[in-house]
Structures are given as C-alpha cells and as structure tokens.
C-alpha cells in the first residue's frame, strides 16, 4: 500500500513570495490533514477535510494560508505572502480508521 | 479542551537498558492514545494506540505503552533500547468526541552504544 505522498519536499522561498505544497493521500482515505511543525514542537492542526469539504479550520491563519480537495483526493496548501514565521514543516496525513498516516512533509523556509 | 504534556525534552539511555518516555494527557472526555516517532527528515511514523480494553498496548518495533486513567498518563516503554531507537517521539490525544489530534512538544531519544 503506497502511503501519503508530499511534494516538494524541501523549498526556500523569500519572505512575500509565494508557495504550494502537494498532498496524495492514500487511496481510499476521506479523511485529509494540513498540520504546521514549528522546530522544537509537535505538530499543530491547520486545516481538516473530510471528502472534499472542511471539517475544521480554526487555527488556518486564513488572512494568507489556503487549502483546498476539490476531487476529494488530493490537496494543495498555499501561503501568499510568506513571514518569516512560516518557516516549518508542513505534514499532510490520512486517516481510515482510528489511527492518521503521515507523509513525509515539505520543509519550508521563508529567508 | 485537550492537551499533551511530555515533561522530559530529551531522555538519553544505554543500549539494552530499559526506555521510558512520559505522557500525561488532558481531555474532557474519554482519551484515545496515540505515540507516534519521528525520523530526521521523515514524517511521523504511528506506533501504537489505546482506544479501549486492556490498559497494555502493544506496538510496533516492540515498544509497548500502559494507559493509566488515575494518573493521566500513557508512558510509552521498551524492555531493552536499541541504538535505532534513537529519534523524536510524540504522544498525542483526541477525545473520543472529535477527530481532532493534539500533539505534545515531543521527546528526543538518544540510545548510547
């Protein structure tokens, strides 16, 4: 079984600019998740689809941070513009059943 | 609200001695459990889960977890640590009532040869 697939997997962009990130979670699973992992802590939910609707995006700094599913499978983040603060790791996961499968995430640096 | 505290940011071990990594947990519901493991530049890697039953987990790669209510805890434990069990673990908790995860802060696992 092929699991969740991120794209890229590393980018350095300046501050103001631009970027999306690619998420392909595993076939069959309704369930997808943007988390933000700031270095030295754990992963933060940003944004919760289930199909291709939202469940929960209360902590999705909204005023530059999108997300979307339109097919219910696959999904892209975006950051316009990009601070400084964003820089992190963005993990995309899926679940079935009880437990959430993470891909490998995207690290992203803002300079 | 729910919450995760792993109080130790790093634990350091000899190969073959036993491993213990803390967790208390907040929720105001009944808790299901989770550890995960992370690797440098890999995403997290699950390891076991409590949901109901039996207050021992088991999991993979050997670790094994017990599930106290009394004390809010889920320490996660290995009889005996290898040096590839060096990495960065996490607890997290979700209330049986949302699907939403809450992540501890993490603790770094150093196993000495």
């Known amino acids: 079984e092929a699991g969740v697939a991120q794209s890229p997997r590393y980018k350095i962009i300046e501050k103001r600019q631009s970027v999306a990130f690619w998420c392909n979670p595993i076939s069959g699973h309704a369930t997808l998740y943007w988390y933000q992992q700031i270095l030295g802590q754990g992963p933060k939910l940003l944004i919760q689809?289930?199909?291709?609707?939202?469940?929960?995006d209360s902590q999705l700094p909204k005023d530059r941070f999108s997300a979307e599913r339109l097919k219910g499978v696959d999904s892209t983040l975006k950051i316009q513009p990009a601070k400084l603060e964003d820089s992190a790791v963005y993990l995309c996961a899926s679940r079935e059943s009880y437990e959430q499968y993470f891909g490998p995430g995207t690290r992203l640096t803002v300079t | 609200a729910q919450s995760v505290a792993q109080p130790e940011d790093q634990v350091n071990v000899a190969e073959g001695n036993p491993l213990t990594v803390k967790c208390t947990y907040s929720v105001s519901g009944n808790p299901y459990l989770f550890w995960y493991v992370q690797y440098p530049n890999r995403g997290l890697q699950f390891l076991l889960k409590y949901i109901t039953g039996d207050n021992l987990v088991k999991g993979s790669y050997g670790f094994e977890a017990e599930f106290n209510k009394s004390q809010t805890s889920f320490h996660l434990k290995k009889p005996s640590a290898l040096v590839s069990d060096s990495a960065l673990y996490f607890c997290?908790?979700?209330?049986?009532?949302?699907?939403?995860?809450?992540f501890g802060a993490g603790t770094t696992v150093t196993v000495r040869a």
């Open positions: 689809f289930q199909n291709n609707g939202v469940v929960d």
């Open positions: 997290a908790v979700r209330d049986t009532n949302d699907y939403k995860l809450s």
